[in-house]
């Protein structure tokens, strides 16, 4: 296709005529992804203190979960301790099976993609501002083409979000000489919480907005599909915010049953 | 009439080759918008100052500029949202070859546009060639149809801003196009090849800067350009969903209703 008769001038990097602080944006975006993949990956190689259990709760950092090879403790799905495929020079860590998943759901996931390529690719750095890179291939070809994939990372990410609610669920428990009774306390919050935002976030991806009712021109006639498609539009709306609020909480949520079974602070029960 | 006071406005003279901000001063007053000081300033100091406006309401989408670096409407631009103690800078589109002035020349977009396959219905459902079709299904496109073509979503968009994609690449207004017939429960046309290929939609890499530019708030990005690459998705680069259609075996005519 060849419509276009003229040359337009290169501008530089950085040249804008905008007056307002468009820098904070990427700014933001930057500092928090890359404090939140320094905390993920330095909580992920520790291997310890993400099971909180010592007053009888029953608390996994999500991280952990689903706990396929634990060390620490009760709830391992697989084995306990480092499974036997696992290269011995490289460090293990329960987490290390679990973050990919979730990791790849966001590093993928619509919304990051045109965010991190502002924040860490500066292209654009911000709109209507001078790009570093003359040359440009966008997501038209490799690599950046592999990001067509996402969809397909939608379905193990759903699957974490179950794995998460049941974990939530487990929070609701806590053992004492007596056995096990129901009870709440700010870490069954905190976890509940957590699946919840991590729900609200994955159910509203722009893949799982196509699947279920997107890629029809039609859905008059199919009553149930039609309710699910608006609750995901509804979803999908926010889905900015639930990505970010997600993000935090997840890394907090870790944080809170790491200090927790470090002994640093006690779990407030609510109803015990 | 509220207070009136000085401000300077910084406007580009001259066109996309040579030219320079020139600055002018006028009074401003209360609830006057960039188009109105661009108009006094061409009564007062420089009646060849070229710029194109039509209806002064944000529905002709003539007045695109940028204002202070920002792709907006002069005639939907209110003084009282701009830092008035610094001269506002006014300068043509540049996506586009400026003509004259803040005049572009706009027409690569009615060239891109002449190439897209148009609407082509079904058969029609009645005898007397007539159609129906389900209120709720045509609500989804209109949001596509507010477009105004100001095409300021074309000027912020990076792909034809900075890397001057104009030969390989549609740009988001007519991505909005495409998705108003791709999406429409009568059309039968099959134009994901065309939205993929020669639209080259894999270039738009979602940075949302259509969207918040758009004077009409289409949301661009998320309502029209992601919806399209999830079809483009289907059809080209995923084969399980592929797989899936072949079993089903459906015309796409049916398929989509
Ligand atoms: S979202 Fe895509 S089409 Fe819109 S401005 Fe960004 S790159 Fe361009
Ligand atoms: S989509 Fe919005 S910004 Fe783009 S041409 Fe239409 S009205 Fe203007
Ligand atoms: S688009 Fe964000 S998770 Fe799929
Ligand atoms: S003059 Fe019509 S949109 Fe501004």
Not at chain 1, 124 to 140: F, H, I, Q, T, W
Not at chain 1, 151 to 177: E, I, N, Q, S
Not at chain 2, 80 to 106: A, G, H, K, N
Not at chain 2, 190 to 210: F, P, S
């Amino acid at each position: 296709m060849s419509n276009a008769d003229f040359h337009l001038p290169q501008r530089g990097l950085g040249s804008t005529a905008r007056r307002d602080r468009w820098w904070v944006q990427p700014l933001t975006v930057f500092c928090v992804l890359s404090g939140f993949i320094v905390y993920a990956t330095w909580a992920a190689l520790q291997g310890k203190h993400y099971f909180a259990h010592a007053n009888g709760e029953h608390y996994l950092s999500p991280f952990y979960s689903p706990l396929l090879y634990g060390a620490e403790h009760e709830p391992y799905w697989i084995a306990q301790g480092v499974p036997k495929w696992w290269p011995s020079f490289l460090p293990f860590s329960p987490a290390m099976l679990i973050l990919i998943g979730p990791g790849l759901m966001r590093f993928t996931c619509y919304y990051y993609r045109g965010a991190y390529y502002k924040a860490f690719w500066a292209d654009p750095l911000s709109c209507a501002v001078g790009e570093p890179r003359k040359g440009y291939r966008g997501e038209n070809s490799f690599p950046l083409i592999m990001q067509n994939v996402h969809r397909y990372v939608f379905y193990p990410a759903a699957a974490f979000v179950m794995v998460l609610l049941y974990d939530g669920y487990k929070a609701l428990w806590f053992t004492d000489a007596e056995g096990t009774h129901f009870g709440v306390g700010v870490g069954s919050i905190v976890l509940i919480m957590n699946a919840l935002l991590l729900g609200g976030y994955t159910f509203g991806c722009h893949c799982a907005r196509h699947q279920i009712g997107g890629f029809l021109n039609s859905l008059a006639k199919r009553p149930i599909r039609s309710k699910c498609y608006a609750c995901v539009n509804a979803l999908n709306k926010r889905h900015m915010y639930w990505a970010w609020v997600s993000l935090v909480w997840v890394a907090l949520t870790d944080l809170y049953v790491r200090l927790l079974s470090m002994g640093y602070i006690t779990d407030f029960r609510i109803i015990f | 009439m509220g207070e009136q006071r000085q401000a300077t406005f910084s406007v580009w003279r001259g066109d996309h080759q040579t030219g320079k901000f020139v600055d002018y001063k006028t009074t401003v007053s209360e609830g006057m918008v960039v188009l109105d000081a661009i108009h006094q300033i061409q009564a007062e100091s420089a009646s060849d100052l070229a710029c194109r406006w039509n209806c002064k309401a944000g529905k002709c989408g003539s007045c695109s500029a940028e204002i202070n670096g920002k792709p907006r409407l002069m005639c939907m631009t209110r003084l009282d949202i701009l830092d008035m103690t610094q001269p506002v800078t006014v300068e043509p589109m540049r996506s586009f070859p400026s003509i004259r002035d803040l005049v572009t020349d706009v027409s690569w977009n009615f060239r891109v546009k002449k190439r897209i396959k148009p609407f082509k219905p079904r058969k029609p459902d009645a005898e007397d060639g007539t159609w129906r079709m389900y209120q709720a299904d045509v609500e989804r496109v209109q949001e596509f149809r507010k477009c105004i073509e100001c095409f300021l979503c074309q000027d912020v968009c990076h792909v034809l801003r900075e890397h001057h994609k104009h030969d390989e690449f549609a740009g988001p207004r007519h991505f909005v196009y495409q998705a108003a017939l791709e999406m429409h429960p009568l059309d039968v046309e099959e134009r994901l090849g065309q939205v993929k290929g020669e639209n080259a939609i894999g270039y738009c890499n979602i940075t949302k800067c259509c969207t918040k530019v758009c004077p009409e708030h289409i949301a661009i990005t998320d309502n029209a350009i992601i919806p399209l690459k999830e079809r483009v998705n289907d059809e080209f680069y995923d084969p399980i969903t592929k797989l899936f259609r072949i079993f089903r075996a459906r015309p796409k005519a049916e398929r989509k209703d």
